[in-house]
């Protein structure tokens, strides 16, 4: 998760240089947060943002672990229908959340007022660091599975080498690979674990790097017309999304302490956010040069790195995939459930 925000700040340093940004040509309505005199209570405020860290974290807890904990419930294995159908719908969240929340969202803080003409109107970074986060999460799914797939097969090769030279091993079925008369074949089913495994992991970088902004900017807000529906709109953002990520990581076959470690990441970030913005609420300011940039280009390689996993990690594995191409019936509901995700998540937009 550091090289993406090590990118970033390499691209925000090069920018702020480059162009000779600099906060003290801004103009004053831009140095500091903007304050509406007709909603704005700090104490309201506070305690709208404490009910949102707690109500936050028992969403995305439970979201994230409903289908983790699937196989205690017959219904929500992942070779079930019904599971296909509410991954399907989390997908469909997780497609909006990129197109209709944080693009959105990097086009007003790289276009804002408060930013000079010259680069930031005259080139739309939104776009292009979309789309460079979404050549780099291909790069980095297709180098995670060539490197996985290459030391699975490098083990395979040294731990049967003295049975294949002496011509005892004819065929052997070993993990993540097969031996079959001398020639050795990376198991497809390992492969497609790998893959589940990799994908689990980036798209939970997406949603992390999200997730802090987000949290970020609540938690420094001092308006309750804003923060009251945010907290709604989140809640139900949380649990949908963490159903998409938990099926991706129950897919991963990953242990007990792995499960953990990423199901505590995706709970505890936005509700971190959330916190870190409170204590920084009397020295950050959501309208000042340096925040706009940073806050735009993250949302804009986040936003790359949804769409991409939603797309083709997501969406297209699975339609592609043999269960939902033998039967028409399920991959017509399949699409639906992804149309009612996306939609609920678009309508949440006119609050968040």
């Known amino acids: 998760m550091a090289l993406p925000t090590k990118f970033l700040v390499v691209i925000f340093f090069f920018a702020s240089h480059a162009f000779g940004l600099s906060e003290t040509n801004t103009p004053p309505q831009c140095s500091r947060s903007t304050i509406s005199t007709g909603c704005h209570n700090k104490s309201q405020a506070l305690e709208l943002k404490l009910i949102a ?37 989390a997908s469909g ?47 980095v799914d297709s180098y995670a599975m060539s490197y996985y797939r290459k030391r699975n097969l490098e083990c395979g090769v040294e731990s049967n080498m003295d049975a294949m030279s002496t011509g005892k091993l004819e065929s052997q079925t070993s993990g993540h690979f097969h031996v079959n008369n001398g020639e050795i074949r990376v198991d497809e089913n390992a492969s497609q674990l790998l893959r589940y495994r990799v994908v689990a992991q980036v798209l939970e970088l997406g949603i992390v790097v999200h997730s802090i902004v987000i949290g970020l900017s609540m938690g420094a807000s001092e308006n309750p017309c ?98 939902l191409q033998r039967s028409m019936k399920l991959q017509t509901s399949a699409y639906i459930a992804v149309l009612l995700g996306a939609g609920a998540m678009s309508v949440m937009a006119m609050w968040a």
């Open 93 to 139: 969240v997780i497609l909006a959340t990129g197109y209709m929340h944080v693009m959105p969202d990097s086009f007003d803080d790289l276009r804002s007022e408060c930013l000079p003409e010259n680069p930031w109107k005259k080139f739309p970074f939104t776009t292009f660091v979309a789309m460079l986060s979404a050549i780099f999460t291909l790069m």
């Open 226 to 323: 804003t923060i009251r529906p945010l907290v709604a709109a989140l809640c139900f953002h949380q649990l949908f999304e963490g159903m998409g990520l938990g099926g991706c990581i129950l897919q991963a076959e990953y242990g007990a302490k792995m499960k953990g470690i990423l199901v505590f990441f995706f709970s505890a970030t936005t509700p971190f956010g959330i916190a870190l913005g409170i204590g920084l609420s009397n020295v950050y300011s959501e309208n000042s040069p340096t925040a706009l940039i940073v806050v735009g280009l993250l949302n804009a390689s986040s936003a790359g790195l949804l769409n991409y996993m939603a797309l083709v990690d997501l969406l297209a594995s699975d339609f592609m995939g043999d269960k």
């Open 53 to 89: 860290i707690a109500s936050i974290l028992t969403t995305s807890v439970i979201g994230v672990c409903l289908p983790i904990f699937s196989r205690a419930v017959p219904a929500l294995k992942p070779d079930t229908d019904l599971f296909v159908l509410v991954k399907a719908f």
